[in-house]
């Protein structure tokens, strides 16, 4: 399938809003394999204007929740990203998550925490116990983006109703893992471990 602005796993709803990112995981899995069988490598980013005619053509009520995650750092496209999550919510009382690697005041400059209080959930990839672990594993373009994460996470708390800091189980040890929930404790937001298969 091509050009896959949305697509579905389970109950979910993703939206796919750009495969531009500021990580170049060595774990992403967008460079290794696909995701349920959909090509989400877009020939172009997709205008708000395009995105609101495909999801007319969409029943969203029959979603458990939707999810915006693709290929990319979806907050690159941040104005989109909380217009497309405007437009959801006048549809259908459904909970939306964004997955962000946390970069998103780093790129702009700015807070841009505040415009986030439309969304019920954002879950940021932390990855890492420290700024060394994060560039390797991570391998972010901007400077200074481990403490970017932490911070944003810190801020996000005000506006958004759950933040969420996540870890991959296999790319870091138990023991990185523990460190991990020291820093989302002293944050005050829970710790996600996804689990992933090569």
């Not at 899995?29 to 980013?45: F, N, P, T």
């Not at 959801?88 to 998103?104: E, F, S």
């Not at 801020?155 to 109703?161: E, N, R, Y």
Request: proline share 3%; aromatic share 8%.
């Amino acid at each position: 399938m091509e050009n896959q602005l949305f697509y579905e796993l389970g109950n979910s709803l993703y939206v796919n809003v750009t495969n531009r990112c500021t990580n170049c995981c060595t774990f992403c899995i967008r460079d290794h394999s696909g995701v349920g069988g959909y090509d989400l490598w877009l020939a172009q980013e997709p205008t708000l204007e395009e995105m609101i005619t495909e999801l007319d053509t969409m029943n969203l009520k029959q979603y458990e929740e939707i999810v915006f995650c693709g290929y990319g750092e979806p907050l690159l496209r941040l104005e989109e990203v909380v217009a497309l999550a405007a437009e959801m919510k006048k549809r259908a009382d459904i909970p939306v998550r964004v997955n962000t690697n946390g970069h998103a005041n780093l790129i702009f400059g700015r807070n841009v925490t505040p415009q986030l209080k439309g969304i019920d959930t954002l879950s940021i990839s932390l990855n890492a116990r420290d700024q060394a672990q994060y560039d390797e594993i991570c391998q972010p373009s901007l400077e200074g983006a481990y403490e970017a994460v932490k911070e944003f996470a810190r801020l996000s708390k005000k506006h958004v109703k759950q933040v969420v800091l996540s870890v991959v189980d296999t790319i870091i040890s138990e023991e990185d893992i523990a460190k991990c929930r020291k820093i989302a404790a002293e944050i005050d937001v829970p710790l996600r471990v996804r689990h992933y298969e090569d």
